[in-house]
């Protein structure tokens, strides 16, 4: 009966609130960005859609190793364990540093390859600079999201989300002065929106900060930081839990990267189009995305409680809510699929392209939705090895495999990327569901 399932849908939605508004306003940064390249040229969006789909596969290793932190702090919560809680904080801010000035070395490093990957001229001259200043961005932009998945661990999950909102102002802000050259401000067209990007984000880390200092209940565990040591073995356990996920993620993302990739193959069309395309379903997915985030905070409080008899509601739950979402916005992003492109180019071209491939992205709602929450669930049991597998299989093996063979060798043209993208994401669905019954077995069985 559904209504035994009322109480969990309401304590999940309580706490994904603050998270869905945290996911939706980093995409509306990326939307907003988007919308005003577009009105610039096509060209322009072009090349933003080539720099971001390189800098996405290193920002999402960072996040994935980061999300890492908030299991292992729901477990220790759960076990009402405030020393072990503030231990966890403190070795992972300490991580953090190395892990931000490796990667930012590493994406700074691959602008110099740019112009090698087979993208008009005209493209990866104007994306090269914008990718540069993309890549000074993840420095504060990932100590942002520690300072988020922190939060999140401690239960707290609206300081995120005002500081996403308060950034998302300046962004916007930011954007309209220097892309388009307003009110005595130089007109940088699509580097202009790098630098936005840039300002909006080395705000975030201080917004969120602050707002620790004012929570007592977050101050709490900081206080506590001069009591615990730094850990070796502690900080190879976030590693041992974060390195996973952040591979799943890296092949995941890396599906859609050379989807761009290969879009730039065909023209710089196509590849405006994907970028159109790929933010307005990515949008939907990041909403679903933040319910999945909720889910692996209760799951892994639940583990911490050994209250296993309730964690096949909490995980259905779970699964329910965020299948009726993602089949309202397939039905949705079909009924609007030429009406949502014009919100971000006036190329007709453009227009027509992103509403086919859009389309496209109606069809894997739902596979998208059930990956990503059987994801968050997974994350909440622990159990990152084995989606890390299933996903290379999906993506690697299935999904980048279809894409180019349906597009370069049947000459199905620009949508058999796409495709590809849908058959990598039902097999990951698929799999991952069952992966999630076998968990749900054995925590049975252990109660």
């Not at 800098?55 to 919560?77: D, R, S, W």
């Not at 009924?335 to 492109?341: D, G, N, S």
């Not at 709602?365 to 290379?392: E, N, S, T």
């Amino acid at each position: 009966m559904l209504s035994e399932y009322f109480i969990y849908y309401k304590r999940l939605l309580k706490l994904a609130f603050p998270l869905v508004l945290t996911q939706a306003g980093q995409m509306i940064v990326q939307l907003v960005d988007n919308a005003m390249v577009g009105r610039v040229g096509t060209v322009e969006l072009a090349a933003a859609s080539f720099a971001n789909s390189i800098f996405v596969v290193i920002m999402v290793f960072g996040f994935g190793v980061f999300i890492g932190i908030t299991p292992l702090i729901g477990h220790a919560l759960g076990a009402k364990n405030d020393l072990k809680v503030s231990e966890i904080i403190k070795n992972s801010l300490f991580l953090s540093i190395f892990l931000i000035m490796g990667l930012t070395f590493i994406t700074w490093s691959l602008s110099w390859g740019m112009h090698l990957m087979g993208q008009p001229e005209a493209v990866w001259q104007l994306a090269i600079p914008y990718f540069r200043t993309l890549t000074l961005s993840l420095i504060p932009f990932l100590l942002f999201f520690a300072f988020k998945q922190i939060g999140e661990g401690i239960g707290n999950t609206w300081l995120a989300m005002i500081a996403t909102i308060l950034s998302n102002i300046l962004n916007v802000t930011l954007n309209y002065l220097l892309i388009f050259g307003k009110f005595g401000f130089p007109e940088l067209g699509l580097l202009g929106a790098g630098y936005a990007t840039l300002i909006s984000r080395i705000s975030m880390p201080l917004f969120i900060f602050a707002g620790f200092m004012v929570s007592k209940k977050v101050r709490h565990f900081f206080v506590l930081l001069p009591k615990v040591q730094l850990s070796i073995k502690q900080m190879m356990k976030i590693v041992s839990v974060g390195l996973p996920i952040a591979v799943q993620l890296v092949i995941e993302v890396s599906l859609f990267a050379f989807g761009a990739v290969m879009m730039g193959w065909i023209g710089d069309v196509p590849l405006a189009a994907h970028q159109v395309a790929l933010g307005v379903a990515s949008f939907t997915f990041m909403i679903a995305n933040g319910v999945a985030m909720a889910t692996t905070i209760r799951v892994s409080y639940q583990l911490g409680l050994k209250a296993y008899d309730s964690m096949e509601k909490v995980s259905l739950s779970a699964v329910h809510l965020v299948m009726a979402y993602m089949l309202l916005c397939g039905i949705g992003l079909l009924l609007f699929r030429y009406q949502l492109p014009r919100l971000f180019t006036p190329d007709p071209q453009v227009i027509k392209q992103a509403a086919s491939l859009i389309a496209v992205a109606a069809l894997f709602q739902l596979f998208d939705g059930l990956q990503v929450v059987c994801l968050g669930i997974l994350r909440g049991f622990a159990d990152v090895k084995v989606p890390m597998v299933i996903a290379a299989i999906s993506y690697t093996f299935i999904g980048i495999p279809v894409s180019y063979v349906f597009t370069f060798v049947l000459k199905i043209g620009p949508e058999g990327i796409w495709y590809g993208f849908v058959a990598g994401l039902a097999s990951a669905g698929i799999m991952l569901s069952l992966r999630i019954r076998k968990k749900i077995r054995e925590v049975e069985n252990r109660s």
